[in-house]
């Protein structure tokens, strides 16, 4: 089938269909984005973040940022509650880390405001922001609907959302699509190659992401690419 477009003329189409109807939109809105983000379950070619800190200090962003690269530090982030402390014994134990690395990891992320300490326990502070940070992975696929489902699965241990994106006219029935992209909570986005418009075809519901870890590593390499937008 003869599309007419390129991958990345679907990458642009949709940035620009997504970004016009939203300009005063709500705190549901995904504002920031960055190509070939690295995940712990592949590269999407899109994600789109909700990352602004409105009264947030920007050195503190980033290094927020690159802690959250290192497997390590995500991985203890990833194994904190916002709503209970965990000792730090505990941490180490199950993760894997030595007692000493443990303390020093715990050391730099009270220091930056990203956990709360008391005696040896620990949980995440509601100052880091954390909570109301987010990410959307999206899968462009030309053609292909059920290669570019399999794909997108992997993201969902990363992100709160996970959409695919595909030209209108490659698109099978919708009833095709709705129950298996659904099952999964995959969105489906059709993108009018003529129109220039965006139509959802299976809406995709905001959900924890499978993994916390992975969702944070994810998280550094997003602020990292979009500038800690």
């Given amino acids: 089938m003869n599309i007419g477009i390129s991958e990345l003329d679907l990458v642009e189409g949709f940035l620009e269909g997504y970004s016009a109807p939203f300009h005063a939109s709500h705190s549901d809105f995904f504002g920031s984005y960055a190509l070939e983000v690295p995940m712990s379950q592949g590269r999407p070619d899109l994600v789109l973040g909700k990352t602004s800190d409105q009264h947030g200090d920007h ?21 904190l509650s916002f709503r209970r402390f965990t000792e730090g014994d505990y941490l180490s134990e199950t993760l894997g880390i030595r007692q ?12 930056i405001g990203v956990v709360r300490r008391k005696s040896d326990k620990y949980m995440l502070s509601e100052e880091s922001n954390l909570r109301s940070r987010a990410l959307w992975a999206v899968e ?4 292909d ?3 570019a489902l399999y794909q ?18 490659s698109l099978p029935p919708r009833s095709k699509v709705l ?8 969105g489906m986005t059709a993108y009018d190659t003529e129109s220039g418009s965006l139509k959802t075809v299976v809406r995709t519901k905001t959900m924890n992401p499978d ?11 997003f602020m990292e690419l979009s500038g800690c937008a």
Avoid: H
């Fill in 59 to 79: 050195a503190k962003c980033v290094d927020l940022g690159q802690l959250l690269r290192k497997p390590k530090y995500s991985s203890v982030i990833g194994n």
């Fill in 100 to 111: 000493a690395e443990m303390a020093r990891i715990l050391c730099e992320l009270s220091e």
């Fill in 140 to 143: 462009f696929k030309l053609t």
């Fill in 145 to 147: 609907w059920k290669r």
């Fill in 152 to 169: 997108a699965i992997r993201y969902r241990s990363s992100a709160q959302r996970v959409t695919v994106v595909m030209p209108a006219q």
């Fill in 179 to 186: 129950g298996v992209y659904a099952r999964f909570n995959m």
């Fill in 211 to 221: 993994s916390m870890s992975n969702y944070y590593y994810g998280l550094g390499q």
